[in-house]
């Protein structure tokens, strides 16, 4: 049931295409290199693509300027991507297309259900408004998860459980401010770019089974994923944009890989603190281990 045109345009099948998918919300800190290296080094030790999606579908948020300074540090770190970057505020024909798929075939509907009335009746939405033909004007669109998921396996956390009642909610594809929701987006650009594996932060497990409902009620396969730690700081805060975290440095790029590495429990030799980004980076895809990740959701810096 996936717009015909947009399969057409899928990349032809590979073993590996892995992606990072950066939003510009702000300049990337360490957390981000960490993940950014970490699906980085899984595709290309596995003789992968790697691709990079700016995730700008949140106006609101963003900080002028910053998807080409995340570029700019991607470059300077030596994690150059394959094929043109995509930018998810130039999706949106794809995304409506797809919406409009979803409620051709009763997947889809408008809820006006505010976030303070779903809280009220405990944080789980209970379908209110999935039979009551509201009209388009003041209101998101909710997916009918027919498929709901609660459990799934992670290749770095093993078996992941998520709250089954969480699982079950039709989930939010469109929201009232008009703007494309994350979830939408995000499982749309992986079945576009021909996403086979996603290696990304904890802080994304419980989203991913939303997105293998999604992916199922597309009717397409779906990646295979690898959550990694987050990095926590001493006062229990993960390493963010929103917390502003500081910026990496892009003109010493080796010392902040090693140490990225030493997270993801790479073991570098101590010697490529004197060798260039380059030689480190080549390192890094030769010994890439995925099975040496720590198996934990979180790490205090």
């Not at 998807?67 to 300077?76: C, M, R, V």
């Not at 075939?105 to 999935?130: E, M, P, S």
């Not at 009642?165 to 770019?193: C, M, N, P, S």
């Not at 910026?247 to 490529?272: E, T, Y």
Request: with cysteine.
């Amino acid at each position: 049931m996936f717009p015909i045109h947009a399969l057409n345009k899928r990349p032809h099948s590979e073993s590996y295409r892995g992606r990072f998918a950066p939003s510009p919300s702000g300049l990337l800190h360490f957390g981000s290199l960490v993940a950014a290296l970490a699906s980085f080094l899984d595709a290309k030790h596995n003789d992968g693509k790697w691709l990079v999606r700016i995730e700008d579908i949140d106006p609101p948020r963003e900080q002028i300027g910053a998807s080409d300074k995340i570029l700019k540090t991607l470059e300077a770190y030596h994690l150059h991507w394959d094929e043109d970057v995509l930018y998810q505020s130039k999706q949106s024909d794809l995304y409506t297309e797809v919406i409009q798929n979803l409620f051709a075939n009763d997947l889809a509907y408008y809820c006006q259900c505010t976030r303070a009335q779903i809280k009220k009746l405990g944080g789980i939405y209970q379908g209110h408004c999935k039979n009551l033909d509201l009209p388009s004007n003041d209101s998101a669109i909710r997916l009918v998860n027919n498929t709901p998921v609660s459990e799934f396996f992670d290749k770095i956390q093993g078996h992941v459980k998520c709250d089954e009642a969480l699982a079950r909610e039709d989930f939010t594809i469109f929201r009232k401010d008009g703007l494309f929701a994350y979830q939408l987006a995000v499982t749309v650009d992986d079945i576009f770019q021909g996403i086979t594996h996603v290696v990304r932060g904890c802080d994304l497990l419980e989203p991913t089974a939303r997105q293998l409902s999604f992916f199922s009620a597309l009717k397409v396969s779906a990646p295979q994923y690898s959550h990694i730690p987050l990095a926590i700081t001493e006062q229990g805060y993960k390493l963010s944009k929103q917390n502003k975290a500081p910026a990496i440095d892009n003109k010493n790029p080796v010392p902040s890989i090693i140490s990225a590495l030493n997270f993801l429990g790479q073991q570098p030799p101590k010697a490529l603190l004197e060798s260039t980004c380059e030689e480190v980076i080549g390192w890094a895809i030769k010994y890439w281990s995925i099975d040496a990740v720590p198996k934990v959701k979180e790490i205090t810096l």
